[in-house]
């Protein structure tokens, strides 16, 4: 079974205005983080924002927000007043066992979002 | 700090033919992870070294890859012979210690595009 899911391959925004990148998840484990990472045509992976499962609050970086809705395991990115040079693909993780690093990443297929003038 | 790299960053070989990838982690990092992209997929865990160690090998697809870290340095990554299913982003992370603030470490590379004809 698909751990990640990103069910939006392909998304486009206007400049300035805000989107959201759907991802869901699956796992029986209570403890897990759920990270995003920004690809853009360069290649590196981009950390963006990480939010753990026993965090109360929705973690916010900047622009970006993760919309945390443990019950319905789903864990949106939020970009809000879009720029040129958020056009990238993106990337929902997960990591299971919260705090060890030792345990592998899981990755969605990935959006690519393209940021319109 | 230096982040992790890799090279080559672009690798086109013909079925059968041997390549070999390098990955450099952050220095002082002593786990390396790889990771693999296949075109239109998900990234794809292929294994985890603790220092020289292999902590987790349970994503590698069969044996014509081989990974090895001398000394806990660097990290290669062989493909022989290589076969057309190969082809794809190979990424490599490192990250060190555990705890919280280790999912802030958690740092990837550039990724090394293969291409099997």
């Known amino acids: 079974a698909q751990k990640i899911t990103q069910t939006q391959p392909g998304m486009f925004v206007q400049e300035k205005e805000a989107v959201t990148l759907d991802c869901t998840y699956d796992?029986?484990?209570?403890?897990?983080?759920l990270f995003w990472y920004k690809q853009p045509s360069s290649g590196e992976m981009i950390f963006l924002i990480y939010?753990?499962?026993?965090?109360?609050q929705n973690a916010t970086e900047g622009r970006y927000s993760l919309n945390f809705q443990k019950a319905r395991k789903s864990a949106n990115l939020v970009i809000s007043a879009s720029q040129l040079g958020d056009s990238a693909m993106y990337f929902c993780?997960?990591?299971?066992?919260?705090?060890?690093?030792?345990?592998?990443?899981?990755f969605g297929t990935g959006t690519s979002l393209t940021v319109i003038p | 700090e230096a982040g992790v790299t890799q090279f080559p960053s672009h690798s086109v070989i013909e079925k059968g033919q041997t390549v070999t990838l390098r990955c450099d982690p952050i220095?002082?990092?002593?786990?390396l992870y790889w990771y693999r992209r296949v075109m239109g997929k998900e990234i794809k865990f292929l294994l985890h070294?603790?220092?020289?160690?292999?902590?987790?090998e349970s994503g590698m697809p069969n044996n014509r890859f081989l990974a090895e870290r001398t000394g806990g340095t660097y990290s290669t990554l062989k493909v022989q012979p290589a076969e057309l299913e190969d082809s794809g982003v190979y990424f490599c992370?490192?990250?060190?210690?555990?705890?919280?603030?280790?999912?802030?470490?958690?740092?990837f590379g550039s990724g090394t595009r293969l291409t099997v004809v």
């Open positions: 993780a997960m990591r299971e066992g919260q705090g060890n690093t030792g345990n592998q990443f899981y």
């Open positions: 992370a490192s990250s060190h210690g555990f705890g919280r603030k280790a999912n802030y470490g958690y740092t």
């Open positions: 220095s002082g990092h002593d786990n």
């Open positions: 796992t029986s484990d209570p403890s897990y983080g």
């Open positions: 939010q753990g499962s026993y965090d109360q």
């Open positions: 070294f603790v220092k020289e160690s292999k902590q987790d």
